[in-house]
Nanobody
Framework: QVQLVESGGGLVQAGGSLRLSCAAS????????MGWFRQAPGKDREFVSA????????SYADSVKGRFTISRDNAKNTVYLQMNSLKPEDTAVYYC???????????????WGQGTQVTVSS
């Protein structure tokens, strides 16, 4: 069992930055791929970024490529999402996920956090 707790969300002006953190409890954090997803009001949850167990492989949605950076610290059981050059369309609840199958599809991820709100004002 893995429990995930996100933090770092908030209100920021367009062009600003935020860093989200996701702390994982339980054993074997380094045996899980980690991902970030987001859900805006009235929309489906969508893939943002993912990182492999060792951190050697990363993926990004086209909408955030070049602006967001995912990283992980296996010694601290934590995954991060650095978000720069934020836009109003990045406004959403951001969720951390853990799983054994590296994928952009929400259905393949096993564990989810409760989410953290990110609001970008214009």
């Amino acid at each position: 069992q893995v429990q995930l707790v996100e933090s770092g969300g908030g209100l920021v002006q367009a062009g600003g930055s935020l860093r989200l953190s996701c702390a994982a409890s339980g054993r074997f954090f380094s045996s899980y791929d980690m991902g970030w997803f987001r859900q805006a009001p009235g929309k489906d949850r969508e893939f943002v970024s993912a990182i492999s167990r060792s951190g050697s492989i990363t993926s990004y949605a086209d909408s955030v490529k070049g602006r967001f950076t995912i990283s992980r610290d296996n010694a601290k059981n934590t995954v991060y999402l650095q978000m720069n050059s934020l836009k109003p369309e990045d406004t959403a609840v951001y969720y951390c996920a853990a799983g054994r199958y590296y994928s952009t599809r929400t259905q393949t991820w096993t564990y989810w956090g409760q989410g953290t709100q990110v609001t970008v004002s214009s």
